[in-house]
């Protein structure tokens, strides 16, 4: 099993839909989750951090739920400039007492006219 | 600000051959990181920087890459020899101290191994 899992999509939805993504972490000592947005090949970009009581930045709201280790993103009224991928991010400690920061493989989003 | 440099953007080269991606992060930022990205995937670390000490790079295939980052700022990662699974986007990001949520990503070099 990936240590951290989405659905890789692609969601195609029209414009104004609310549409929600999820992901799934396997490291229930993961300590801090992030959403990165991915445009076509470009580089990835802070979106927001989720934080343990939920979270809103305008159109999105991000959510943890540590008892069934997910979090997921919620975007309303989409916009066509909100065609990009989504990456989950778990940071974990290790057994090490390192840190690992985790890629998820990304979920892509189409917003149709 | 400037953000993230990296150089090349592109690289084409035939197998065996040696390839040599720099960076130069954020200024301020003593936290660097290189990671691979294959189509379809998300970014796979491959080494992060605090300062000059290499603290993880248990995901570097060391029997053919090599990084250094000798004075804290600036980096360059190496493969020698390349094979055709190298064929990816290489990618550097940069944070103040570990914020891993917050790391600032250079546009990556694209290599193409032949």
């Known amino acids: 099993r990936k240590e951290v899992e989405q659905d890789p999509g692609p969601f195609n939805v029209p414009e104004g839909a609310t549409v929600a993504f999820n992901c799934t972490y396997s490291?229930?000592?993961?300590?801090?989750f992030f959403w990165y947005r991915q445009d076509c090949r470009k580089e990835p970009k802070l979106l927001m951090s989720v934080y343990s009581s939920g979270n809103e930045d305008g159109r999105f709201t991000a959510q943890l739920n540590r008892a069934s280790q997910y979090i997921s993103l919620l975007i309303r009224d989409s916009k066509l400039s909100d065609s990009a991928t989504y990456l989950c991010v778990v940071n974990s400690f290790m057994d090490t007492g390192r840190r690992a920061l985790t890629f998820g493989s990304g979920t892509r989003l189409q917003v149709q006219p | 600000e400037a953000g993230v440099v990296q150089s090349p953007r592109y690289k084409i080269i035939e197998k065996k051959q040696p390839v040599a991606f720099w960076c130069n992060p954020i200024s301020g930022h003593n936290t660097l990181y290189w990671y691979l990205q294959n189509l379809g995937q998300g970014p796979e670390l491959l080494i992060r920087y605090e300062n000059e000490e290499a603290v993880d790079d248990s995901q570097l295939p060391k029997d053919r890459f090599s990084a250094e980052r000798l004075k804290g700022v600036d980096s360059t990662l190496k493969i020698q020899p390349a094979e055709l699974g190298d064929s990816a986007v290489y990618l550097c990001a940069s944070s103040v101290g570990l914020a891993p949520g917050e790391q600032y990503f250079g546009p990556g070099t694209r290599l193409t191994v032949t």
């Open positions: 490291n229930s000592a993961s300590q801090s």
